[in-house]
């Protein structure tokens, strides 16, 4: 798919690898903004549920800033109506590569944090615990797939 857009626009590559780098410039402060919220939440007494509380708020931040990236993408007006399409599906694949990163960074912090540590169930999410956080992952992840998919920003 990428190869197509790749021999219709010599722009489009370029798109994508500055889109591509944009997106991995995101995910440095997203995973200090996890930090920071953790930090925050257990400074305020707010352990229970904090691992599923700040990886849903990265993950929206993340989602949010990625629609930024779509309508830049969009106003431009250079790709066809195919192209968008092909370009799309990438992005989006992309997006979930990024948030397979984040989820992976959320657990492997926590596990190390000496502050998570007395909080075992954030410190070490039990497989039910853990399931519930991803499945609402998805959820959002799914959600925001179907919007951007029909959303008139990549019309």
Request: with cysteine.
């Amino acid at each position: 798919m990428v190869e197509k857009m790749t021999q219709s626009k010599s722009g489009t590559t370029s798109q994508m690898h500055t889109i591509g780098d944009s997106l991995s410039r995101l995910i440095p402060g997203l995973q200090r903004e996890y930090n920071r919220g953790i930090n925050r939440d257990l400074s305020r007494g707010q352990s229970e549920g904090v691992f599923a509380r700040q990886l849903l708020a990265v993950e929206k931040q993340l989602l949010e800033q990625a629609i930024d990236l779509v309508e830049q993408v969009s106003a431009d007006g250079q790709l066809s109506s195919e192209e968008k399409l092909q370009w799309l599906a990438w992005y989006i694949e992309q997006i979930g590569v990024y948030k397979d990163t984040l989820i992976e960074y959320a657990l492997r912090f926590n596990r190390s944090s000496c502050a998570l540590s007395n909080f075992k169930q954030e410190h070490l999410p039990s497989g039910e615990y853990l399931s519930e956080v991803l499945t609402n992952i998805e959820l959002s992840w799914q959600a925001w797939c179907t919007n951007i998919q029909g959303s008139d920003k990549v019309a």
